[in-house]
């Protein structure tokens, strides 16, 4: 019962380096979603993608790029990190329409 | 807009005392409520959801009734426990989508004590 996996689990990177967050969910879900926590502002959407082939932009988009690669994988991009880019990461999946998230268990990322 | 707001944390209670944690919203619409739970070291997880108004959602002995007058959805257990320990999140769907996409309020920690 994998769920939802992310990889890596830690990450630090220097101002202005990229790297990309993966993302794998075997539940056959249609929808996927990457959040930041960040203290004191819960969960923020970054971007999200409906279902295979398609990506929309959640409420903090800038600055990060996502690919949905096939139905089971969504990557996120960061193409020059910055140290407010410092925060936890959490991919997530669901089905279509309003019902119940799964999500991973996070990415910690560190800017310096 | 959208959105949605917590009592400020951290709570630290004793076991078996009688937990409540404020939510409230503002959402156009008929949104559908949630509470997710963080264990340390752990993504979120589903605790309760209710999708209409005066339902009663539960799990392991939380409850939280959506109170579409009050623009509520507290979550209360009667008994906490050590293993309760965690950081809860009320969030919200909106109606309107068609996405699962959450508005999450900003967290509250949770410390029981033993």
């Known amino acids: 019962n994998a769920g939802v996996t992310q990889t890596p689990k830690f990450q630090v990177l220097k101002t202005g380096q990229s790297m990309t967050l993966q993302c794998a969910q075997d539940?056959?879900?249609?929808?996927m979603y990457w959040y930041r926590q960040d203290p004191g502002m819960g969960l923020r959407l970054i971007y999200y993608?409906?279902?295979?082939?398609?990506?929309d932009k959640g409420e903090v988009p800038n600055g990060y790029n996502v690919s949905r690669l096939n139905k089971r994988e969504f990557s996120l991009r960061l193409e020059s990190a910055a140290p407010s880019q410092t925060s936890v990461y959490f991919c997530?999946?669901?089905?279509?329409?309003?019902?119940?998230?799964?999500f991973g268990q996070g990415t910690r990322l560190t800017v310096v | 807009g959208n959105s949605v707001t917590q009592m400020e944390g951290p709570v630290t209670l004793s076991e078996e005392a009688f937990l409540t944690i404020n939510c409230t919203y503002t959402?156009?619409?008929?949104?559908?409520l949630f509470w997710y739970v963080q264990y340390p070291g752990e993504g979120l997880q589903l605790l309760l959801k209710?999708?209409?108004?005066?339902d009663k959602g539960s799990n392991k002995g939380f409850e939280a009734t959506y109170r579409k007058e009050t623009t509520s959805f507290h979550l209360e257990k009667g008994s906490v426990q050590v293993s309760d320990s965690a950081v809860y999140f009320c969030?919200?769907?909106?109606?309107?989508?068609?996405?699962?996409?959450?508005?999450f309020g900003q967290g509250t920690t949770l410390q029981v004590k033993p």
């Open positions: 997530a999946s669901s089905k279509t329409g309003v019902t119940e998230a799964f």
């Open positions: 959402a156009t619409g008929y949104p559908s």
């Open positions: 993608s409906a279902s295979e082939g398609t990506t």
């Open positions: 969030a919200l769907i909106l109606g309107s989508s068609n996405t699962g996409k959450l508005i």
């Open positions: 539940m056959n879900h249609n929808s």
């Open positions: 209710a999708t209409k108004a005066d």
